[in-house]
């Protein structure tokens, strides 16, 4: 498996499902002015690549998840001690909060190569197999409901 390192957000909102960068990589204007909205900027601010690329949302730039791990010199949050530490509890959006809860001790048990391949499954769809944005509630390419 060829895994992209700027897809492996440091909290463990694995980049490739995420719907900023599913806006961004497919100029979704529905999605971006919804974000947008969410987020309280433009639909011309919805661009990321990947928490750990050169283009990269906004807010990320501002995470303190982020930063910390950078501090740290860590990958994510699966390889520090002081996990579920207070960026992580008082990370403001609280269905990524669950998610990031949920998803660093898998990475931490599973490893990189693993934990990614059970993400991609996770948010794939059932029917056609196309890998999905985290909160999408149908499938972009057959239009399935999800299943997640």
Same mark, same amino acid.
């Given at each position: 498996?060829?895994?992209?390192?700027?897809?492996?957000?440091?909290?463990?909102?694995?980049?490739?499902?995420?719907?900023?960068?599913?806006? %961004?990589?497919?100029?979704? &204007?529905?999605?971006?002015?919804?974000?947008?909205?969410?987020?309280?900027?433009?639909?011309?601010? #919805?661009v990321c690549e990947g928490c750990k690329s050169e283009?990269?949302? &906004?807010?990320?730039? #501002?995470? !303190? #998840?982020?930063?910390?791990?950078?501090?740290?010199?860590?990958?994510?949050?699966?390889?520090?001690?002081?996990f579920p530490c207070n960026n992580i509890k008082n990370? !403001?959006?609280?269905?990524?909060?669950?998610? #990031?809860?949920?998803?660093?001790?898998?990475?931490?048990?599973?490893?990189?190569?693993?934990?990614?391949?059970? &993400?991609?499954? %996770?948010?794939?769809?059932?029917?056609?197999?196309?890998?999905?944005?985290?909160?999408?509630?149908?499938?972009?390419?057959?239009?399935? !409901?999800?299943?997640?």
């Amino acid at each position: 498996m060829n895994v992209k390192n700027e897809y492996l957000s440091p909290c463990g909102m694995y980049c490739s499902v995420c719907s900023v960068r599913a806006a %961004h990589q497919n100029n979704d &204007q529905k999605l971006k002015e919804g974000l947008a909205s969410f987020f309280g900027t433009s639909p011309e601010n #919805i661009v990321c690549e990947g928490c750990k690329s050169e283009k990269t949302f &906004q807010f990320t730039m #501002i995470c !303190p #998840i982020r930063a910390c791990t950078q501090k740290k010199n860590l990958t994510g949050c699966h390889q520090c001690d002081d996990f579920p530490c207070n960026n992580i509890k008082n990370f !403001p959006i609280e269905a990524a909060r669950n998610n #990031i809860l949920k998803s660093i001790p898998r990475w931490k048990e599973m490893g990189t190569e693993r934990w990614v391949a059970e &993400q991609e499954k %996770h948010f794939s769809c059932s029917k056609c197999g196309t890998l999905l944005q985290r909160y999408a509630d149908k499938c972009s390419n057959c239009q399935s !409901p999800t299943v997640f």
